[in-house]
């Protein structure tokens, strides 16, 4: 079983809409969750953290439910910008972010 | 504050030759980690160095080694390679296991 399991998408949204999207992992035992943004051929960038109370940064909204082991993302109000692929970090001891292998998020005008 | 820079930008090589990869971390890191990305795949982690030794290995054979020198910059060697080991080859910095930096990577092709 893989670590961290995303749905691959396409989400393919008009702009204005909302899209969101999860991922499960399979550590109980992890300690901090996060999605990064990867544009195509470019490098993971750090989008926001996902606390356990849930927490907002601008139209972006990160759940993380422990007992089912799931951590959402939802984008409100979407832009042309947003088109990426956003990637479920999971981390659970000192040295190693786990990826999943990404959702493909496509907005268009 | 200068990022993280990584070199080459990319690079061809012949199955069972071997490769070098550099990456400089950010001012005021001392930890780096390198991931091995495939096409359409999320980020692996390879290994991870700090204060110059290596401190966490993932799933991958001895053949993938790394350094990382006084200044907190590291080199990934692979030897031996095949064909499997293209891919984007991601180097990150962090202060400890916080605030991970990713370079822009090296686009290894093994032909």
Redesign the interface.
């Known amino acids: 079983r893989k670590e961290v399991e995303q749905d691959p998408g396409p989400f393919n949204v008009p702009e204005g809409a909302t899209v969101a999207f999860n991922c499960t992992y399979s550590n109980s035992a992890s300690q901090s969750f996060f999605w990064y943004r990867q544009d195509c051929r470019k490098e993971p960038k750090l989008l926001m953290s996902v606390y356990s109370s849930g927490n907002e940064d601008g139209r972006f909204t990160a759940q993380l439910n422990r007992a089912s082991q799931y951590i959402s993302l939802l984008i409100r109000d979407s832009k042309l910008s947003d088109s990426a692929t956003y990637l479920c970090v999971v981390r659970f001891n000192d040295y190693k972010l786990s990826f999943g292998a990404g959702t493909t998020v496509t907005v268009r005008a | 504050e200068t990022g993280v820079t990584q070199s080459p930008t990319h690079l061809i090589k012949t199955r069972g030759q071997q490769v070098t990869l550099r990456c400089s971390s950010q001012s005021g890191h001392n930890t780096v ?1 390198w ?1 091995q990305q495939a096409l ?6 390879i290994f ?1 160095y ?1 204060r110059e030794e290596e ?2 290995r ?1 799933n991958f054979p001895p053949r993938f080694s790394g350094l990382q020198f006084p200044n907190y910059s590291s080199e990934l060697n692979v030897n031996a390679l095949e064909l499997d080991d293209s891919a ?1 080859y ?1 180097c ?1 910095s962090s202060l ?2 916080s605030g ?1 930096t ?4 090296t ?1 290894l092709t093994v032909v």
Do not use: H, T
């Open positions: 980690s991931y359409g795949q999320g980020p692996q982690f991870q700090y401190n966490g993932g984007l991601l990150a400890g296991s991970y990713f370079g822009s990577g686009r």
